[in-house]
């Protein structure tokens, strides 16, 4: 019981402790050791749920059951990985931006901060606090954002924070909506926003409120998760914070947000029927993905491009879960977490790409290959694994979706293979510019213990695609029953 | 607590008022053009939603609300005005609000909103205890007008009044319906507002090193490709 309460002491103590020490050399090395305790403290308590399943703590204000516990490892792991790949990055950022002591010390606190406000919207058992460590979360990356102070860091931080304010307020409003529902059935106080309280009486909420919550949840949280219409956010954000930042968006912020829409959509099939949240979610999702694929085609700054195929991604899980039934539920649960590990490391192998470049256009970034074979072949292969290529994790999950859309929703085959197709063709050719051909820079290459990272979560989304390990197949099988 | 039936009687009333009242301001701040007329707005409505909060308590008798209203009084209809007041004076904007499109069409928009917010809440309204029936509809209503406001202002700060309005409609929702949200949410969201609020207001410090002004027309650099 006490390793829950361990591990989001681990990520918390980080927050003062950064606060105090966070810069120069020492800073990077305790944003590393906190999060490396994190992670060992993640694998502690994935070792404990493997054993005895998943259970509460704390009078039941905490929980982590099967779903939440794949997400929570993912969260150690790309937590981790980060802190790695931040120390060597953020010091070539520090030196070239020429930020302050204390420009990098708000950095390492906000950044601690919104790891363990991820950890604790996963860990919640509460769905008020759920909203709460998700409002947290934003305002904890708005000034990472801008950290740059440039009149684009200044904006895209602007629009993110209205935005998924706006956002949040709807997820806020569902929230209140839930818990009248609630009211109803478990009386007034905590206990009636608590979700194993509101899963035990799931069929006795008031389905027309339920219908109305989920709506405002699906779009408040679904700003979030970046769905479109309302991912307008994402791609400003992911290319104006440092390439560590976007790392984590893409990688953690997302997952968690689409998370927080799962357990109310658990909650909402319960009260209304199962048939009401797939729809919206199908719809939702397919959006995102034709919307984003056909953006990508346009774009010429690197991590805008992967910005947007992240909203891409997202919405394949999103419909993938609207999809329902044992194997699609698996697929999106599979997707979630390979397309976290992969994305990260693709923001990693940019980040890094762009230092050497000194350029986001995609047009300026070419011949790495040449110039660091470390770094060509890390961008490459992460590059490849985004894009579905086998082994990856990703390349099992979309076949996986495919196939049951196929089976269970033919009429959206098309328009699935049609986003896929056009992704791909947006990010193909332009991977080959980008690591073929002459390098122009003959000076200095990047340090190649920063890459160590991207090959770690390769390796991780590798394994995924090819061997899951019997216990991660079967959380994800109860997890896929349980959302389904 | 036990009241009388004859304060329960007055005392519905005058919520009903109330509420009318937090809609009306929501209105007047859609037609103000002046960002110190809007904080003063904001303040009111503050001011009205903590009484409001506090004639719940009375009514209901629940105790929690009253620290909510304590807690209301002094952070919405007190301290973030003034901030924001001072805010506004260090900062030198000056000028008048300039919105996106003109004010009697807004006003149109808005009326439009208020009509959507109560057919939408209508099956909640049903359901809510008798003190506080047909108020989430007000409440919702006050919040999609802050949603419109914040849609149709140019400046930073009076995007920043939007979104504390919205906030606020959000508030008075939660105290409508579910005669407030348990303690600890409430301390939560009380708590991610004041650090939001904080977070702006180095923000807004930001934006004036880097553009010297607070309209955000200097903010449509990025153009998509």
Known sequence: ?484 | MLVSAHIAVWGTSLLKLLAALLLLIGFAMLAQRRLLTLIHLLAWQGFVLALGTALVALLTGQTELWYSAALTLGLKALLIPAVLHRLLRRLKVRGDVEAVINIPTTLLLGIVLVIFAFSLAAPISALTGAITRGMVGIALAAVLLSFLMMITRRKAISQVVGFLAMDNGLFFAATSATLGMPMIVELGVALDALIGFVILGIFFFQMRETFDSMDLSHLERIREE
């Open chain 1, 1 to 484: 019981m006490m390793l829950i309460l361990l591990t989001l002491a681990c990520a918390f103590v980080g927050i003062p402790l950064l606060g105090l020490w966070g810069y120069g050399r020492p800073g990077g090395w305790i944003f590393v050791a906190v999060n490396g305790l994190t992670l060992l403290a993640t694998l502690a308590l994935a070792g404990q749920v493997a054993m005895t399943g998943g259970f509460t703590a704390a009078h039941e204000q905490f929980v982590v059951d099967d779903f939440s516990m794949l997400l929570v490892l993912v969260d150690g792991v790309v937590g981790f990985s980060t802190a790695l790949f931040s120390r060597g990055y953020m010091a070539r950022e520090a030196a070239h931006w020429q930020l302050s002591r204390g420009r990098m010390r708000l950095y390492h606190v906000m950044f601690q901060t919104f790891l363990f406000t991820m950890l604790l919207a996963l860990l919640t058992n509460s769905m008020g606090i759920l909203w709460v460590a998700m409002e947290g979360a934003t305002l904890a990356t708005v000034l990472l954002v801008s950290l740059f102070r440039t009149a684009e860091g200044l904006e895209a931080a602007w629009k993110y924070f209205i935005l998924c304010g706006v956002g949040l307020a709807m997820a806020l409003f569902g929230t209140i909506l839930l818990y009248f529902a609630a009211q109803r059935v478990l009386g007034s106080g905590s206990q009636a926003l608590l979700w194993t309280r509101l899963d035990g009486v799931r069929g006795q909420l008031q389905p027309h409120v339920m219908a109305i919550a989920f709506v405002f949840v699906l779009v408040g949280y679904g700003t979030k998760v970046g769905l479109a219409p309302l991912h307008n956010w994402l791609p400003d954000a992911h290319a104006s914070g440092p390439s560590s930042v976007s790392a984590v968006l893409s990688g953690l912020l997302l997952n968690v947000a689409l998370y927080a829409v799962l357990r109310t959509k658990v909650l909402v099939d319960g009260a209304v029927g199962p048939d009401f949240a797939a729809h919206l979610l199908m719809g939702f999702g397919l959006l995102s993905l034709l919307v984003a694929a056909f953006s990508m085609l346009r774009q010429r700054d690197v991590k805008r491009l992967f910005a947007y195929s992240s909203v891409e991604h997202m919405g394949l899980a999103t419909f993938a879960f609207g999809v329902g039934g044992p194997v699609a539920s698996f697929a999106g649960i599979l997707h979630m977490l390979s397309h976290s590990l992969t994305k990260s490391a693709v923001f990693f192998s940019v980040g890094q790409a762009v230092q050497t470049a000194g350029s986001r256009e995609i047009q300026r970034i070419h011949g790495l290959l040449e110039h660091s074979p470390v770094l060509g072949w890390a961008m490459m292969l992460a590059i490849l694994a985004i894009l579905g290529m086998p082994p990856s994790g990703l390349f099992l999950s979309e076949f996986l979706i495919i196939t049951s859309t196929m089976h269970a929703q033919a009429w959206a085959t098309p328009l699935l293979l049609l986003g896929l197709g056009v992704a791909f063709a947006a990010i193909f050719p332009r991977l080959q510019g980008m690591v073929f051909g002459r390098s122009p820079w003959t000076h200095g290459g990047p340090a190649p213990v920063t890459m160590l990272p991207v090959f770690m979560q390769l390796a991780l989304v590798g394994l995924l695609g090819v061997f899951i390990p019997v216990i991660l197949v079967q959380w994800m099988q109860h997890a896929a029953a349980f959302l389904s």
